[in-house]
């Protein structure tokens, strides 16, 4: 056999070497890291929806409001600690931090939580009660990266999801591969944002 057939089965040969080692590396890369951030992955996922929803709701805070009455006729400067407490128990509160008068006739008292808001003259006063929506107020401080330190660690993550979807690509070979059809879906995934960057620069100034 010619000197260049053999040399020629020979790169061949070891080009397929490094493709199968690439693909092996490939394989581990996409199934190891897709464990280990598969939660983080779920956890911005589900901020992101919040997020995305943030006109039609507040994904970090509970907002409860209602309004009381009361008959008694009150002044602001006679108040007296025992008036505070009458409306402390009004609206279920223990122990208020503390009190002030924003304007003459009207009273707001401060809570851990809550506050309330009250006019002399209407006899009326409103309760504002704040709290943490549960799980949905965490996840966003992840995503907002309120957490010191933290946006360091979520650059490593959008990195790693770049060599996650990389590797995806090159994992498989063959008509359901990346040179059959993978490469035709990846070119498909950039119609939405397109469309989305086209509207954006004409059609919504």
Known sequence: MPAQSWANREKHSDMAGLST?????????????????????????????????????????????????????????????????????????????????????????????????????GHTGVYEEIRRRPLFYDVNVLHKNSIRGWRWFSDVFALTLIVISISGMIILKGKKGFSGRGWRLVLSGFIPPVIAWIFFQFFSR
């Open 21 to 121: 080692k690439i693909r092996r590396l490939s394989i581990v890369l996409h199934r190891d890291l897709g464990y280990f951030f598969s939660g983080l992955i779920i956890i911005y996922c589900l901020s992101g929806i919040a997020l995305n929803h943030i006109e039609d709701w507040n994904p970090d805070f509970i907002i409860r409001k209602k309004t009381v009455r009361f008959d008694e006729n009150y002044k602001t400067g006679e108040l007296t600690k025992s008036d505070i407490d009458v409306f402390n128990q009004l609206v279920g509160e223990k122990k208020h931090k503390t009190w002030d008068i924003p304007v003459p006739g009207q009273l707001k008292i401060y809570y851990d939580n809550a506050s309330l808001h009250l006019d002399f003259a």
